[in-house]
């Protein structure tokens, strides 16, 4: 906190009350509190105290990279005092501010890094120089006798104003909780460069056909005359025969598989049972050649 006041020596402190009346009817109402307790750290006459800005605008023009804004100042010579201070979008795309624009009044012409949205909000963060009132007034309560310092009375506050004249405060329409209202986002078309479609793989090119599936469904009736009926009627009797023909050579084909798969079978058992036959014949005559030799 920063006051003017008169030259007290560094390291004093100072003790803030809220009312300092002996009248216990209103000490009973309000309670008694201390507002704020702290002690002086510099006696600096001219220090700067800053204060932190966040200015907000919105784009009403945009053209490529450069775009309107309006919303972030009232006048004109508000933004000549900003010309060339940095700005910045929601999406974090910097931009420069360079001159005003004659409507609406405020309204100033600036440049980005790229191309913003008129769905984008505007920051200029900056400083703003706040200046102590050099007022003050002294209070010399404590000199006063004992039987006239209980009365004494300070300065009313706006509160006790307000309840004395029964005036209530009028609520701020920023504190108000109301109905959040917000314009539907309309898209543009997505539209793909011809040098990207013919990167892309076939599955992922654009296909030109019906844009909502319910044209898709739509077919126009086709109605022939005398002749493509008949024409017509021909080549589905052709395509049946054809579909009957191929079936029958298909289930022609299985039996035949078929068969020739069992008689395959039956002549590999009977090469087994000829090897099996032609072992133990040779088995025979190598034990009858083996107990011959013996005796």
Not at 277 to 289: Q, T
Request: with cysteine; net charge positive.
């Amino acid at each position: 906190m920063t006051f003017w006041g008169p030259i007290t020596p560094q390291n004093t402190g100072f003790l803030a009350l809220q009312t300092v009346r002996h009248d216990q009817e209103e000490l009973k109402r309000i309670g008694f509190r201390i507002a704020a307790t702290g002690c002086v750290t510099e006696l600096d006459k001219s220090c700067q105290i800053m204060k932190k800005l966040k200015l907000v605008g919105h784009p009403f023009k945009i053209y490529q990279k450069s775009a309107f804004i309006k919303g972030m100042f009232n006048t004109s010579l508000e933004v000549a005092k900003f010309e060339g201070a940095k700005i910045k979008t929601v999406s974090g795309i910097r931009g420069q501010i360079k001159k005003a624009h004659h409507t609406p009044e405020g309204s100033f012409r600036a440049t980005f890094e790229d191309k913003i949205l008129l769905s984008d909000i505007v920051f200029c963060r900056t400083w703003f120089r706040v200046d102590v009132h050099r007022f003050y007034a002294p209070v010399t309560t404590l000199l006063l006798p004992p039987e006239q310092k209980l009365h004494w009375q300070g300065m009313k506050t706006l509160g006790q104003l307000k309840r004395e004249k029964q005036i209530k405060n009028e609520a701020q329409p920023d504190s108000l909780y109301t109905e959040i209202k917000r314009q539907p986002k309309v898209f543009r078309p997505l539209v793909i460069p011809k040098s990207l479609q013919k990167a892309l793989p076939y599955k992922d090119k654009p296909k030109m056909g019906p844009l909502t599936p319910a044209e898709k469904a739509e077919r126009v009736a086709v109605i022939r005359s005398p002749h493509e009926q008949k024409v017509a009627k021909l080549m589905n009797m052709i395509e049946t025969n054809y579909q009957e023909k191929r079936n029958k050579d298909r289930h022609e084909t299985k039996l035949r598989v078929k068969k020739f798969k069992l008689q395959k079978r039956a002549e590999e058992l009977s090469k087994l049972k000829r090897q099996k036959e032609l072992r133990k014949k040779v088995s025979r005559a190598l034990s009858k050649m083996k107990s011959k030799q013996k005796t």
